[in-house]
């Protein structure tokens, strides 16, 4: 029986692909960071924002809702424009315990059995960034987690397809850092 080897080539066919998902892991994890970071200035300019088609389909792929047992969901690619909307809704705001004005979600978890979560929001004021397991509208862990990918891929409705032009968000957050 002839033993199989991996060839030069094959060899390198994975390092590359897990180069690439190294790659992409990294940017996921800046975006996520941006975009906690960056919740007051969305929320300043959030007209501004809606009325430009290519900042309205910023992609926002980084935010993930995981669930124990079943592992990290599968979140739609949000707009910065369906996020906007979507933190319209009670359900994914919360109060900040810094300066008691209106955080808002960016991920989270929980547990399907127990119902428990843990949500992270950002104030849409100071800025602070918490975990928190109690929302404005509060329901549990599973509930929460498939209302936050309906509402995501209502909240995007009527900003175009996610093959039409956008901005990245690093460059919506240089557009708007003057304002």
């Known amino acids: 029986m002839k033993k199989s080897t991996i060839s030069d080539d094959q060899q390198a066919l994975h390092m590359e692909e ?3 998902a190294d790659i992409y892991r990294a ?3 800046r975006r996520r960071r941006i ?10 300019n959030r ?5 430009d088609d290519k ?4 992609h926002i792929d980084c935010i993930r809702f995981g669930l124990a047992y079943s592992g990290e969901w599968n979140v739609p690619v949000a707009f910065l424009g369906g996020l906007l909307r979507l933190w319209e809704k009670p359900m994914f705001q919360a109060e900040c315990p810094k300066c008691h004005e209106t955080a808002y979600c960016t991920g989270g978890g929980g547990s399907p059995l127990s119902g428990a979560k843990n949500i992270a929001v950002t104030c849409g004021t100071c800025g602070h960034q918490f975990g928190t397991s109690v929302m404005k509208a509060d329901v549990n862990a599973t509930s929460f987690g498939k209302a936050l990918i309906a509402s995501i891929n209502s909240s995007n409705a009527g900003l175009g397809s996610i093959d039409d032009e956008s901005h990245p968000i690093e460059d919506v957050v240089h557009i708007l850092a003057p304002f």
């Open 35 to 44: 975009l906690r970071e960056s919740v007051p200035l969305f929320i300043r």
């Open 27 to 29: 940017r996921k994890e």
């Open 47 to 51: 007209e501004r924002i809606l009325a």
């Open 18 to 20: 897990r180069a690439i």
């Open 55 to 58: 900042m309205a389909r910023c």
